[in-house]
């Protein structure tokens, strides 16, 4: 499959209805995708569950690789916005909040995941079809970083070392959609498990003892 530059959302919609018109079309074509699979996806598909003409779906979208990548670009923000409500209201990090810590943040990430069938197909047919998902992925890792960085500071309060921290968490939480991809639950909750052990010893080293 090759590579294409998807084009941005044609039309920003600036009235509700036009944005719920979008809502729609990725709510589509993420139900569509889980079940057919990304190379079966059409914008006939989508234009038609939609109620609408291709024409019209063209004002928005100018081809399904635009619609792709909008449907990956709200994945990265309902993860961030996951994680910014992870960490709202965390308290410090002590040897006594650390375990709880760990234990609601690996929850609402698995969740996140687990609410999302078609994530992985998504970000995979993304990584041979679209040439704009390296830099997609390089700015919300980027901004994945600051956010739990700014956290992380209020603990540390040495803003270099918190960023070090949150870079090595943003490896840690991206090796762990990873390798939770697969439709085996019983092996996604032991790596889940796993993945917890790790956090819980790596962010112990920065306790005070």
């Not at 809502?23 to 990304?38: S, V």
């Not at 929850?107 to 047919?125: D, H, I, K, Q, R």
């Not at 041979?128 to 309060?157: I, P």
């Amino acid at each position: 499959m090759s590579q294409e530059q998807g084009e941005k959302v044609r039309r920003v919609p600036r009235q509700a209805r036009g944005r719920a018109r979008v809502e729609q079309i990725l709510d589509i074509t993420e139900r569509l995708l889980a079940e057919r699979g990304y190379d079966a996806l059409t914008t006939n598909a989508v234009a038609a569950e939609a109620g609408i003409s291709v024409g019209a779906l063209y004002h928005f979208f100018p081809n399904k690789v635009a619609i792709l990548e909008a449907l990956v670009a709200r994945y990265y923000a309902q993860l961030l916005g996951v994680l910014e409500g992870v960490h709202g209201d965390t308290p410090a990090l002590t040897a006594e909040t650390l375990e709880g810590y760990v234990k609601t943040l690996l929850t609402a990430l698995s969740g996140f995941v687990e609410g999302s069938p078609s994530l992985t197909p998504a970000f995979l047919a993304a990584a041979s079809a679209s040439s704009n998902l390296a830099a997609m992925d390089e700015a919300n890792k980027a901004e994945m970083v600051s956010l739990l960085a700014a956290r992380y500071e209020v603990w540390t309060q040495n803003a270099a070392t918190a960023r070090r921290i949150a870079r090595m968490i943003a490896a840690v939480l991206d090796m762990l959609f990873i390798e939770t991809a697969e439709d085996d639950r019983a092996a996604n909750e032991a790596f889940v498990e796993e993945t917890g052990r790790v956090l819980y010893a790596y962010l112990s080293s920065y306790l005070a003892p």
